[in-house]
């Protein structure tokens, strides 16, 4: 079992990597507990949940909406929640996101933990304290920077996840090996069809790797004022990409740093060697290099995205496997750049 700590400005969290959820008795205070939860894993694990109230939201990027966070709060306000109330998350991404921008907000903030159930939270989503909710479509625009008390990690719940779900925690720890770590990009490329076949002691050490990288640009910079800017690397164009409904999270972003990548190259930052080792990771970790790109979409979706600056974008390039820069560009430089990317990404529009 590996615990991490994150000391950041709105509170210190411990990542537990490895620990098992029947244990999660350990990391909940005493008092009262509201567990917030989604269909599947009522309909897998019912039975393995702690003995408290369980509130249920739907499933895929659909219940992440104000909606469902007014939902929540009316269905605590039945249950007359309290201040002395500890929300716990047992779930994916979505959840996590959910539960926690519930719990940081109602009567203006409640204690809480996740437990992470699919590989993306446990490497990303759940790691670092962003939570919030989609707002017309489009990523992640309402939300709150709120530190868990705990996030807990555990191998099990991996085992009854598709391969789609797999592949897109796996997207996630490729781009931390990218921006921070060519020992994790190597360690990746060696044992590639081993973390497809989710092996546990390769599982622990890619989670276990991701979150060290997370936690440190996190305890340095919560807010993204500077260093968790890189953290967005392959996002940028990948949100537009996932708004746009015909990619998962993971398979978005393995498109959005394929785009990245060769946009490193054409600027002189990364060698075509290197473009070229990234490209055959993300094809053995059966992610899609490739993609139809409608320029004019795009070009909508990065004018509502959350990390513009006003007519321009923090860009992320690699200087090298392992070495992310950020550059500021001019929204009108990136549609020129996606306009001319003919290798792998087809523009149309």
């Known amino acids: 079992m590996q615990v991490i700590p994150i000391d950041a400005g709105s509170g210190r969290s411990q990542v537990v990597v490895g620990a098992a959820f029947g244990e999660i008795v350990r990391f909940l205070p005493a008092g009262r507990v509201l567990v917030i939860t989604d269909d599947t894993i009522l309909r897998l694990y019912r039975s393995e949940l702690p003995p408290h109230p369980v509130l249920s939201i739907g499933t895929g990027e659909e219940a992440k909406t104000l ?118 990009f190597a360690f990746l490329d060696a044992h590639a069809e081993e973390a497809l076949a989710l092996e546990p002691e390769i599982v622990e050490r890619l989670v276990g790797d991701s979150v060290r990288i997370k936690a440190a640009v996190v305890g340095r910079d919560e807010r993204e004022a500077g260093e968790r800017r890189k953290l967005n690397f392959g996002h940028t164009l990948g949100h537009a990409l996932e708004a746009a409904g015909r990619f998962s999270h993971g398979e978005a972003v393995s498109v959005g740093m394929v785009f990245a990548a060769a946009v490193s190259v054409a600027c002189g930052r990364l060698s075509p060697a290197d473009y070229e080792r990234i490209i055959r990771l993300l094809e053995r970790l059966r992610l899609p290099t490739t993609a139809r790109v409608d320029v004019n979409r795009v070009r909508e979706a990065v004018g509502k995205d959350k990390k513009r600056a006003g007519d321009e974008l923090h860009f992320v390039q690699l200087a090298g496997i392992g070495e992310a820069v950020v550059e500021r560009v001019s929204i009108e430089q990136f549609v020129r750049w996606l306009s001319e990317a003919s290798d792998r990404l087809h523009p149309v529009g």
């Open 67 to 184: 909606e469902t966070v007014k939902s929540l709060y009316e269905s605590m306000l039945g249950l007359e929640v309290d201040r002395s109330v500890f929300v716990l998350a047992v779930g994916g991404g979505i959840v996590c996101d959910v539960a926690g921008f519930t719990a940081a907000t109602y009567l203006r903030g409640l204690r809480f933990g996740l437990a992470a159930t699919t590989l993306l939270a446990q490497v990303d989503a759940g790691v670092g304290g962003k939570n919030g909710v989609n707002l017309e479509g489009y990523k992640n625009l309402v939300g709150t920077i709120r530190q868990p008390e705990f996030v807990l990690c555990d191998p099990w719940f991996l085992r009854t996840l598709p391969e789609s779900e797999v592949v897109n925690g796996l997207a996630e720890i490729v781009k931390h090996a990218l921006i921070a770590d060519p020992g994790l």
